[in-house]
C-alpha cells in the first residue's frame, strides 16, 4: 500500500533517547537496580507533566470514587511506563504470553481460522502490543490505524520485530486514510482502530461509561457496514511483566437483508455491552487506563448514571 509517510503532528513525551536507553539498560541492568531506576524516572516524569497528571487525577477519581493520593497518580504514570517497558522488552525478544478471558470464543475462533474483520481496542494495558502480535500468529495480515508521532521507538521497534505481515495506516492525512482503509478492505487482512479517542474526523455516539453518558468514536462499526467485515472488540489486561489476558467481545456483523438502522441499533448495544464489561474491568485494575487526556466529553443532555 503505497500511503505518503506523514510528517508527525505531536511527539511522545520525554527525551530522543529515552527509548533506546530503556532497551540498552534492560539488557544489562539487574532488574532489581532498573526497576527502581524506572520509578525514579516515572517521578521527575511526572512531576513535569502538570496537564497529564490533571487528566489523571480526573479519571481515577471517577474510576476510584475518591479524590486521588499522590500514590494513587504515581501508580497511575507508574504502570504506564511498564506498559512501555513490556513492548520495549518484546520488541527485544523477549517472551510474552498471552490467555483468554471466559467468553472470547468468537475471538478465538478468528484467531484460529482468519478471515477479514475490524478489531476495535481502547488505550488499556498492553492492547496496542496484543494488535501487533496478531501479525505473529498464523499467516494473518493487520493493518494498524493510528497517529504518527515524533518519537514512536516503541511502534518502529516492534513493526520491525513483527515484520512485513504489519501495516500501519496514518491517520494524519485525513485524504488519504479513507483510501488506504479501502485499499486494506479489499485484502483479507483485519484493521484495527482505537476506540477510545475523538479526532481526526471520527464519528462519535452517546455511551454510558465512567457515571456518565459519554461521546466515544463510533467509526468502526459504520466502516464494518460498508466494508461488510465482522467486529471484534479486546483488551489486554497486563497480569505481570511477561503475561497478559485478553478480555474480548463476541462476535457483532450485519446480518444478511438487516436494515441499516437495525444493524446500527445492536451495533450500539454491542458496543455498550464491551464499554460496561471494559468500565468493569477498571474498577478491578484501575491504573491500567492510559488516556493521560481529557476523558471522553460528557453529552450536552447528560444525566448521572446510576
Request: proline letters at 8%; glycine letters at 6%.
Amino acid at each position: 500500500m503505497a500511503v505518503t509517510a506523514p510528517r508527525p503532528t505531536a511527539r511522545n513525551p520525554g527525551p530522543s533517547w529515552g527509548y533506546q536507553f530503556l532497551r540498552t539498560a534492560d539488557r544489562w541492568a539487574p532488574e532489581c537496580l532498573f526497576r527502581p531506576a524506572r520509578a525514579l524516572g516515572t517521578l521527575i516524569a511526572m512531576a513535569a507533566m502538570p496537564t497529564q497528571r490533571r487528566h489523571s487525577r480526573e479519571y481515577l477519581a471517577c474510576i476510584l470514587g475518591r479524590a486521588p493520593t499522590w500514590r494513587d497518580v504515581f501508580r497511575h504514570f507508574f504502570a504506564f511506563e511498564e506498559s512501555l517497558m513490556t513492548k520495549l522488552r518484546v520488541a527485544n525478544g523477549r517472551p510474552h504470553r498471552t490467555t483468554y478471558a471466559p467468553g472470547a470464543d468468537d475471538f478465538r475462533h478468528w484467531l484460529e481460522h482468519g478471515g477479514p474483520a475490524l478489531l476495535g481496542t481502547f488505550h488499556i494495558g498492553v492492547s496496542d502490543l496484543l494488535g501487533c502480535q496478531i501479525s505473529d500468529y498464523g499467516d494473518h495480515h493487520i493493518y494498524v490505524v493510528r497517529q504518527r508521532v515524533a518519537n514512536s521507538h516503541d511502534t518502529d521497534k516492534l513493526a520491525e520485530r513483527f515484520g512485513p505481515r504489519l501495516h500501519f495506516i496514518w491517520v494524519n492525512n485525513p485524504d488519504e486514510t479513507l483510501y488506504a482503509l479501502k485499499e486494506a478492505a479489499a485484502t483479507p487482512a483485519a484493521i484495527a482502530l482505537q476506540c477510545d479517542r475523538g479526532g481526526f474526523s471520527s464519528r462519535s455516539e452517546i455511551f454510558e461509561f465512567l457515571g456518565a453518558r459519554r461521546h466515544f468514536p463510533f467509526t468502526l462499526y459504520h466502516l464494518a457496514l460498508i466494508f461488510d467485515r465482522p467486529v471484534l472488540l479486546s483488551i489486554g489486561i497486563m497480569e505481570s511483566p511477561s503475561h497478559a489476558v485478553l478480555h474480548t467481545s463476541p462476535r457483532f456483523q450485519r446480518e444478511p437483508g438487516e436494515p441499516r438502522d437495525a444493524a446500527l441499533h445492536r451495533a450500539r448495544a454491542h458496543f455498550q455491552t464491551f464499554l460496561t464489561q471494559t468500565e468493569h474491568l477498571l474498577r478491578r485494575h484501575p491504573y491500567q487506563w492510559f488516556n493521560f487526556t481529557p476523558l471522553n466529553p460528557v453529552a450536552d443532555d447528560a444525566r448521572p448514571v446510576a
